[in-house]
Nanobody, 119 residues
Framework: QVQLVESGGGLVQAGGSLRLSCAAS????????MGWFRQAPGKDREFVAR????????YYADSVKGRCTISRDIAKNTVYLQMNSLKPEDTAVYYC????????????WGQGTQVTVSS
């Protein structure tokens, strides 16, 4: 049973930075890709960033491109999201998710971590 646990959220002023972490636990963790998503109050969940586990190919939403960096530590089964130049509109609950099989959807989700950016 794979579990994802996010951490690193918090309150930060506009222009500040945060690094989110997502640790995968389970006897044997294997995933095709990992992603970060976010959901602001009253809005749908949206894609933020993605990284393929083996090759480390990255993809970003236009809204965060140039401000966020997704990375992974294979030895630690952990994926990170470094967020810089944060804006109030980045305020949301951030979720990590695992796409364990290529061509399938994200099938394991974390519980989320709150990011609040004050103006």
């Amino acid at each position: 049973q794979v579990q994802l646990v996010e951490s690193g959220g918090g309150l930060v002023q506009a222009g500040g930075s945060l690094r989110l972490s997502c640790a995968a636990s389970g006897r044997t963790f294997s995933s095709y890709a990992m992603g970060w998503f976010r959901q602001a109050p009253g809005k749908d969940r949206e894609f933020v960033a993605r990284i393929t586990w083996r090759l480390g190919n990255t993809y970003y939403a236009d809204s965060v491109k140039g401000r966020c960096t997704i990375s992974r530590d294979i030895a630690k089964n952990t994926v990170y999201l470094q967020m810089n130049s944060l804006k109030p509109e980045d305020t949301a609950v951030y979720y990590c998710a695992a796409q364990r099989t290529a061509g399938a959807g994200y099938d394991v989700w974390g519980q989320g971590t709150q990011v609040t950016v004050s103006s």
